[in-house]
């Protein structure tokens, strides 16, 4: 009669099965096999919506299409920043686009002066206003700002105002939309606004509305 | 034996064979088995109790006790391999059939040993039916509505569907298949009509998304149309937890059609989740989505929430007693009213439902609503009956012994003539 193995070596099969099953790994190849109906009044998914509409912090990231210029960081928005970037060796640099309701956050004037105010320059007429250069955005000429000295701004356009900061540089545009006022603003050191100055014009000019082809400019 | 015999061994007999069952039967019904599944057992216990402070309940239930190997990272002192408690019971199982039911002498007196055994099996077989086979997931009703969807309240699973296809079944990947332990693993799922496979590579167990500016992304990070994954800190509350992972739809012929990254979004500190909302991609004329998402199912049954009340302790919101009133309405459109209240769960169809969370504090203008976590389980039951035959079965043992000590005691030993 041929030898079992012994009741001690009989013992040793539940360590040799634990190794021979922790040498069982995990697949890197699976078909798909579970299933199931669609439920009862399931509704059907929207298709062709992209990442922004998908996933959108708010109502600007899902409405609007953008390109982010390069070197810059799109950072999480806040309340106020509903597209929020830096940029810069330091991130000092900042790029936002807000979107306030009309009637609700002022007029294009209103702003315009609070930012010329944070640059510790003197309030704009209506007549001064008309006479700015502009930028096209959204395909329509938009009155923009662009003013060196001291900045005094916070972050953010409702914010308490910082540390004054000499040598810093501002662009700015504002535009009114049915139902909303737009505003773009970008502030940093002089120098590294000057290297920014084409980007920021290209962010504005790549602005478009969430689902429509971009227009190549 | 002869030199013209070409036999070497003697001829298998009934006998023969029989002599090596029972020595089949006494190894893997031996009593050193048994002791070394008990230590294990008592080991597993330890090390999966004190594990649920820094794990939480549900990782240390599917690291050690759900598993049939305690994986790799949990090895004790990171290196001596550790079965999972699956394994033991299977062991015990296998164990307790051979040496306490099949090999144990049976005699009257041996009978309620025998009981006993049988629903220790009962026992550990409830255990196999209940991993394998239980469903559970919560059922949320606002007061006045029903529902029929259970939703899990722990793995997520992708959803893959195709627009208009032919096909309209919706196919489910389980979190357990893309599930990595570093984010630098890639899965591929692939199925026969599919023209495609998806590649789910960066598993992270509790993620958002953000853009990828955010300074809690880490570096390197896949930048998707500028929003990435920011990982964060696992919650030993498995369901607090939201995967995130990137995604990749390739055709056959290996070139990427889509990539996009899946999770959820948190948004002014709540979470959104976008399940109207899928990753969309196309491979000839054909659409297909992708979705992460909790699982979720359907019951042959809807409940309505016709009241809920609460009651609190004095000066506290710690509920003293709470009640769900539904109406059950069954397939065939019977209704049935049920009160589910503290430790009385609704048990109908093979389903329990039982009050798990509620909400009463809802301003004016907003309903009501009850949490009932709804369980399927076809082994619901089976310990019940089991710790009954327990009981009968060490009632027997108990008894035959106390009559046997009875009788001895009853009639005086002679001692024997010399």
């Given at each position: 009669m041929p030898a079992l193995p012994s009741l001690k070596s009989a013992v040793l099969i539940l360590p040799g099965t634990v190794l021979l099953l922790a040498g069982c790994g995990r697949k890197d190849r699976v078909e798909v096999m579970d299933s199931r109906a669609p439920f009862t009044n399931e509704p059907a998914p929207k298709l062709g919506l992209s990442t922004a509409q998908r996933y959108a912090a708010n109502d600007a990231q899902s409405m609007l299409r953008w390109t982010t210029p390069e070197g810059w960081n799109f950072l999480p928005a806040t309340e106020f920043r509903h597209l929020n970037f830096d940029f810069g060796p330091s991130r000092e640099g900042e790029a936002y686009l807000t979107l306030l309701p009309v009637n609700g956050g002022g007029g294009v004037l209103d702003n315009l002066n609070r930012w010329r105010k944070q640059m510790d320059q003197p309030p704009l007429t209506e007549s001064e206003l008309a006479a700015l250069p502009t930028k096209t955005v959204f395909g329509r000429p938009v009155p923009c700002l662009d003013i060196t000295g001291t900045f005094t701004g916070g972050s953010g356009p409702m914010m308490a105002a910082s540390t004054p900061k000499p040598g810093y540089r501002m662009l700015g545009a504002i535009f009114e939309a049915p139902g909303f006022l737009f505003t773009l603003k970008l502030t940093g050191p002089e120098a590294l606004v000057a290297a920014h100055a084409a980007r920021f014009d290209a962010f504005a000019q790549s602005l478009g509305v969430a689902g429509t082809p971009a227009t190549g400019q | 034996m002869s030199a013209e015999s070409p036999t070497l061994s003697p001829p298998e007999t009934p006998r023969r064979r029989a002599g090596m069952m029972d020595r089949i039967l006494s190894l893997i019904g031996s009593y050193h088995i048994a002791v070394v599944v008990f230590l294990l057992m008592i080991l597993l216990t330890l090390l999966g109790t004190f594990s649920q402070k820094t794990l939480g309940l549900y990782q240390s239930l599917n690291i050690y006790?759900?598993?049939?190997v305690v994986p790799r990272e949990h090895w004790l002192l990171g290196f001596i391999p550790l079965p999972g408690m699956a394994l033991l019971l299977a062991v015990m199982f296998v164990n307790l059939l051979a040496g306490g039911v099949i090999r144990i002498r049976k005699n009257w007196r041996t009978v309620g040993n025998v009981i006993a055994h049988l629903s220790m099996l009962g026992l550990i077989a409830a255990g196999a039916v209940s991993l394998y086979y239980k469903q559970e997931g919560h059922m949320r009703i606002f007061e006045g509505e029903s529902s029929n969807r259970v939703q899990a309240f722990q793995d997520w699973v992708l959803e893959v569907r195709e627009a208009g296809g032919a096909d309209s079944r919706i196919y489910m990947i389980q979190e357990t298949s893309f599930r990595t332990d570093s984010p630098a693993e890639t899965t591929t799922f692939h199925r026969t009509g599919w023209p495609f496979e998806l590649k789910v590579s960066g598993y992270q167990k509790n993620a958002t998304i953000t853009t990828t500016g955010d300074p809690g992304v880490l570096a390197g990070s896949r930048n998707i149309d500028g929003y990435t994954l920011r990982p964060l800190p696992v919650n030993p509350q498995h369901e607090a937890n939201m995967a995130g992972v990137f995604l990749d739809a390739v055709d056959l012929s290996g070139k990427t059609v889509g990539s996009t990254l899946l999770a959820q979004v948190i948004r002014s500190g709540e979470i959104v989740t976008r399940a109207d909302a899928p990753f969309s991609f196309t491979v000839g004329d054909r659409q297909f989505s992708v979705n992460l998402t909790r699982e979720t199912w359907e019951v042959p049954f809807s409940l309505k929430l016709d009241d809920f009340k609460a009651e609190y302790y004095p000066g506290t919101r710690k509920a003293k007693e709470y009640e769900s009133h539904v109406t059950m309405t069954n397939a065939e459109g019977k209704d049935t009213k049920f009160r589910i209240w503290m430790n009385n769960p609704l048990r109908d169809s093979g389903y329990v439902a039982y009050q798990t969370s509620f909400d009463d504090q809802s301003p004016p203008g907003q309903e009501k609503y009850s949490v009932l976590t709804v369980v399927k389980n076809p082994s619901d039951q089976w310990p019940l009956y089991s710790m009954i035959v327990a009981t009968v079965g060490l009632l027997i043992t108990f008894l035959t012994k106390l009559a046997r000590f009875i009788r001895r005691t009853a009639v005086p030993v002679t001692p024997p003539v010399a």
């Open positions: - | 006790f759900t598993s049939w």
